[in-house]
């Protein structure tokens, strides 16, 4: 009979202490707590390479007719882009086409000739430090007969040390609006528990202008003064992160 009682007495005493223990834990935890915050960081730069399509199209009675002019504009149009020092593997054929030209009339379409399109990609280097460098080559190649410029658009050669800014700066912005919070709760930032980044805004988001432009409409204004600058507009990297913080 004593041996039961003692061990009631001892389960008892066990019970006691486990409770007590698990009460001073959760107070130490009731000390700190995980605060979740967002930063976005956003960079933006001058664009400092420009990407455009150079289209070739002529028609004629026969196909070799309308390939053979296609062929000497393109070669026109290559020796303007070697001597402005394009380099060859800047270049390249996007498409070429040889087919039937018709007119669509009275219900009826009406046989034209034979056409021959081509495309060739061009891509500029070193537009912000040179500005007069696009305008000036654009000017030259309009000039050629039978040529358009299509999809004018700029970009930025180098963007990996943008998103290495535009990291830092949103990790800074999330450690700034946490501390921020704590001072208002009389806490403290102690340390970065999780760090997790929005994959789907880690990418550049160009904001400039795009432009097309065809034989004789070359950059001129109003008076037909030659304009010899060319809006590039800006570039921008944006990051996001989401940032657990530990406070207490």
């Known amino acids: 009979m004593k041996k039961k009682i003692f061990l009631s007495l001892g389960c008892i005493s066990l019970l006691f202490f486990s409770l007590a223990g698990c009460s001073e834990a959760g107070g130490a935890d009731e000390e700190k707590s995980i605060f979740t915050v967002t930063g976005i960081g956003k960079v933006l730069i001058q664009a400092d390479v420009a990407s455009l399509n150079i289209y070739f199209k002529h028609v004629a009675p026969t196909t070799r007719e309308a390939k053979e002019v296609v062929d000497l504009k393109v070669q026109e149009v290559l020796d303007i882009l070697r001597q402005a020092n394009i380099n060859d593997t800047d270049i390249r054929t996007v498409s ?97 528990v999780k760090l997790v980044e929005a994959r789907d805004l880690d990418v550049s988001y160009s904001i400039s202008r795009s432009a097309g432009l065809s034989s004789g409409a070359a950059f001129q204004d109003r008076d037909g003064i030659f304009v010899p600058n060319i809006p590039t507009g800006m570039e921008e990297v944006t990051a996001q992160v989401t940032v657990d913080f530990l406070l207490e």
């Open 96 to 192: 070429i086409k040889y087919d039937v030209e018709t007119k669509y009339e009275n219900g009826t379409y009406t046989w034209i000739g034979q056409k021959a399109e081509q495309t060739i990609y061009v891509r500029v280097k070193n537009i912000k430090d040179n500005p007069e460098i696009l305008s000036s080559l654009l000017d030259k190649i309009v000039s050629v007969d039978k040529v358009s410029v299509r999809n004018v658009t700029f970009d930025v050669q180098n963007t990996e040390e943008l998103f290495v800014q535009a990291r830092e700066l949103a990790y800074r912005k999330a450690l700034d609006k946490a501390n921020e919070y704590a001072g208002l709760s009389g806490l403290r930032v102690i340390k970065t």
